[in-house]
Structure formats: C-alpha cells, structure tokens
C-alpha cells in the first residue's frame, strides 16, 4: 500500500541554524499538508498546499517558514531560524481528492537546542 | 469554544468491554469526519470516517454522526490491550480542506 514517506525521522539543530524536512506524498495524491505536535499536546495544522501553491496557512507558520514542490515528488517544509519552541514532531500529510481523508508520514522529531 | 472538543481522559475499559469515544465540533458546515488512532510517539493512523448521518460500522469500530447535534462518536467492541492509545476526532473543515483535531481522548484497556 502507498505511503507517505518522510525524512529524516529525527532532526537535531542549533538555535538559528535552517533545517529542511523533506516529504514524498503518495503519487496520484493533489493535496499536501505539513502539521505539527509539540510534545503532550494537540496535532496543529502548519499548512495546506494545492496545485503549486498555498492554500491556507495558520498563525504558526510565520515567515520563518516556508515550503516547496521543488519537483513531482518531493514537499518540503524550510524552517529559517530556528528557535527553542520549533521542536516537535512534523508531520506531513496528503490526500486524494475532496473529502478524502488525510494520509500521515511517519514523522520527522525536530530537537532544537 | 474550542472547535473539536473531546475528553482527554484516561478513559479506562476492561479487555472485552465496548469504548465510546465523544467528540463535538463548532463548524456547521464540516461535511466529512475522521478518526485517527495514535500511539506515543507515532503519526496519526486513520481508522475510520463518516460523512451522513447515523451510523457507520467496520470491524470492532462503529462511528457515529449526528450533524444536528454536532456530535461524533467512535464506539469499540470487544476491546484489547492493543487499542490502548491516543483517538483524535478530525472534521474537515467546510472553508478550506484542512483536518482540525482535536487534543484526543487517551483509552487504557486493561487485561
């Protein structure tokens, strides 16, 4: 069965350092997503991505960060600088068509010290 | 309010009792619902989804909708150890095609 993959699983950085977390949606999917979970808390949504572009973003996703469909595979979620309260799990996320549900990677654990 | 409210829990269950799983929602116009199933430290996996009124079985799992109300639920039968985890209840959003979770309701099953 198709899946989402995503890379790497866990991402240690500095404070300030650019980290990129990379995302291969499945293939005849149209709809790309990236959420977050700090640790303890609730899955948050970052952004939604549709026919070469956003299509919505939340509050978090500042301009610190930024994504990309670089080619016909890969979604890319760049975080400029990071800071201490960016660590938590990335996940990215893709759907088929209207109304059908959401596919999950596995996650990338982002650590920022 | 909170758009997706759900207990948090523990909701606690012996090995073979049914769980019910509440969730309410504030978007009137979300149309599709969804729930995941989440162990520490793993991504959201789906196991089931709902979009008319009433009920919806698969398995061990019974969703059910009631849009009037706002009102999801997810019922598990006979349950084992293994659906010890994290439920998040999911609308899709009527505006904008995103999922909205809520904080999730922790189930222990007990042997």
């Known amino acids: ?113 | 309010q909170k758009e997706v409210e759900q207990n948090s829990g523990p909701l606690s269950v012996p090995e073979g009792a049914i769980a019910s799983l509440n969730c309410t929602y504030s978007d009137r116009g979300s149309q599709s619902f969804f729930w995941y199933r989440q162990y520490s430290g793993k991504s959201p996996e789906l196991i089931m989804f709902i979009y008319s009124n009433g009920d919806k079985e698969d398995g061990r799992f019974t969703a059910q909708l009631n849009k009037a109300s706002q009102y999801v639920s997810l019922l598990i039968r006979d349950s084992q150890p293994s659906d010890s985890a994290t439920y998040l209840c999911a609308p899709l959003s009527s505006n904008t095609g995103k999922l909205i979770f809520g904080q999730g309701t922790t189930l222990q099953v007990k042997p």
């Open chain 1, 1 to 113: 069965e198709p899946e989402v993959t995503q890379t790497p699983s866990h991402q240690v950085t500095q404070m300030g350092q650019e980290v990129i977390l990379r995302c291969v949606p499945i293939s005849n999917h149209l709809y790309f997503y990236w959420y977050r979970q700090i640790l303890g808390q609730k899955v948050e949504f970052l952004v939604s991505f549709y026919n070469n572009e956003i299509s919505e973003k939340s509050e978090i996703f500042d301009d610190q960060f930024s994504v990309e469909r670089p080619d016909g595979s890969n979604f890319t979620l760049k975080i400029r600088s990071t800071k201490l309260e960016d660590s938590a799990m990335y996940f990215c996320a893709s759907r088929r068509a209207d109304n059908s549900p959401l596919h999950f990677g596995n996650g990338t654990r982002l650590t920022v010290t």
